[in-house]
């Protein structure tokens, strides 16, 4: 079993950028492929981005390319997404999740096998 925990969600402005990180208790982290998604309020769980398991490919919804960027240090087992130019529309709770065996898909969230809690991100207009 992995245990995800996210931190740096909050409050920001139209425009403004955020943080977020994901702490994995797990020793074998650098062999997983891991994934951010969101859920608004009233809305079902969409993917917002992932990252292969060394970093080298990286994968984003159409909503967020260009001003999302995914990444992660397998020295400290975290995954990071950093949130630029942010929208009233990107408001949600984002989730982190990790994929421990192979699957085919990186933007379904049910071929992913852990979960954190989430942390909500509001964007104010």
């Known amino acids: 079993q992995v245990q995800l925990v996210e931190s740096g969600g909050g409050l920001v402005q139209a425009g403004g950028s955020l943080s977020l990180s994901c702490a994995a208790s797990?020793?074998?982290?650098?062999?997983?492929?891991m994934g951010w998604f969101r859920q608004a309020a009233g809305k079902e769980r969409e993917f917002v981005a992932a990252i292969s398991q060394s970093g080298g490919t990286t994968w984003y919804a159409d909503s967020v390319k260009g001003r999302f960027t995914i990444s992660r240090d397998n020295t400290e087992n975290s995954l990071s997404l950093q949130m630029n130019s942010l929208k009233p529309e990107d408001t949600a709770v984002y989730s982190c999740?990790?994929?421990?065996?192979?699957?085919?898909?990186?933007?379904?969230?049910?071929?992913?096998?852990?979960w954190g809690q989430g942390t909500q991100v509001t964007v104010s207009s």
């Open positions: 797990t020793r074998t982290f650098s062999t997983y492929r």
């Open positions: 999740a990790v994929q421990i065996s192979y699957r085919h898909s990186v933007y379904n969230a049910q071929q992913y096998d852990f």
